[in-house]
């Protein structure tokens, strides 16, 4: 299933579900597509923002110099 923000001529915006693109096609190509708030059946896709979910946070990278204590706890301190 998909869901499209619909907009009509008069700039009326809603939300309809569909089975796939080609049904938002053969439903828009048999005007079957209709505003719920004036009956427009001149229905179009608006722009729409993807719903990203939110990603797990990164873990820390680790030091540069690769030990747990970062620089100064290594033989390299100082000169990285």
Known sequence: MILY???CTHDHHFEEWFSNSGDYDAKKD????VCPECGDKEVGKAIM???VGKSKSAPQPSPACGTP????????????
């Open 5 to 7: 923000t619909l907009r």
């Open 30 to 33: 048999a005007g079957e597509l």
């Open 49 to 51: 923002a993807p719903n």
């Open 69 to 80: 204590m970062g620089c100064g706890g290594c033989a390299f301190a100082g000169q990285h």
